[in-house]
Structure formats: structure tokens, C-alpha cells
């Protein structure tokens, strides 16, 4: 089965531009999971959907990021405006309730703002 | 609220030799435990699973883990590493409620040489 697409693979971009993210999941899973990767740390969850639903968005900034999934399939995670402490690789996972609950995960999206 | 607590952020050893990758955790409530590896410029990818059952989990690429609950711990093992192994190992938890969000240890870095 095809993995879990995301792109693009890298953006650079300046303080106060906007950005946006793109991810497709694994065919059939409904779970969605959107995380941030610091350089030197373990990922960190930002928000997590359930088909086109929020299940959490506790830890997502939504004074400048928002997400979306519109059709219960693919998402976009939007950065506006994106600050230097958002440099990170922007993960996107899916998991289905009959895996096992293992989630997987797409090759990621590195950010630098500059 | 739970956390995950990876006591190495770099372990460097010689190829042939066996390694362990220490993973603590604390919770209020029964968990999931998972390791990961990523690869350089990779998503993560999932190495083991512990949900319950026997206490020690056999994974991929020869790896395995036991689950110990009195001391909270879910070290990861390989009795003979080899150069490919090298790679960032991260530890997750999960109580698999609220969508089975996982909490990311900081990452150990496993340095092989040769």
C-alpha cells in the first residue's frame, strides 16, 4: 500500500510570510495527526483529526496555525504569519482503529524561516 | 498527563557489539509503548509495540524490549548492532484513550562505528 504523502519536502521561507503543508493519507485510515519536530527533539503533537473531525488541538498555536481536512482525507497545516522559533520538520501520521493503533508516517516537511 | 524520559541523547558504540536504549516513562494509567527509528531526512518509522501480553516484545531488524512496569521502563536492545542501525530512536507512550495520542521521548541518537 502507498505510505503517507506529504509535501513539499522543504521550504524556506522569511518571518511573517504564511506557509501551508500538504498531506495524504494512507488509503482508509481515519486518523490524522499533525506534528512538530524541533531539531533535537521527539516530535510533538499539534493536532490530531478523526475523519473531518478535531479529536485535539490542545498544543496547536491558533494564533497562527490552523488546520484543516475537509473531506476526512487529505489536510493542510497552515503557518500565517510564521515566526524564526517555527523552523521545524512538520510530521503528518494516520493510524486506523484495526492496526494495532500504530500510526504512520509520511517523510515529513522541513521549515526554515529566515 | 504523561512523559517520556530517554536518559541518553547519544550512545555510540562499535559495530558487532549489543546495545540498550533506556526509555522511562510515567503515567496514572495503564499505557502503550512504542519505539521508532528514523533514518536521516526519514519519517519515523516503528521499530516495536508493547499493548499487553508478555512483558518482552521482539520487533523489527533484530530489536527487542521489555516492558517493566514497577520501574516504569521500556528499554530497547539488539545483541549485535550493525552500521545501518545508526539512526535516531525515539521512545512514545500512548494510553490509548482520547485517539491514542503519543507522547515523544527527546530521541537517542545511536552512533555505530565500525
Redesign the interface.
Known sequence: EAG?AQSPRYKIIEKRQSVAFWCNPISGHA?L?WYQQIL??????LI?F?NNGV??DSQLPKDRFSAERLKGVDSTLKIQPAKLEDSAVY?C?S?SLHR?????????TRLTVT | AQSVTQLDSQVPVFEEAPVELRCNYSSSVSVYLFWYVQYPNQGLQLLLKYLSGSTLVKGINGFEAEFNKSQTSFHLRKPSVHISDTAEYFCAVSDGNAGNMLTFGGGTRLMVKP
Open positions: 503517507v486518523t495527526y533535537g527533539q521527539g516530535p510533538k503533537l490530531q478523526q479529536v485535539d510530521l501520521a493510524s494495532g493503533l500504530e500510526q504512520y508516517f509520511g517523510p515529513g
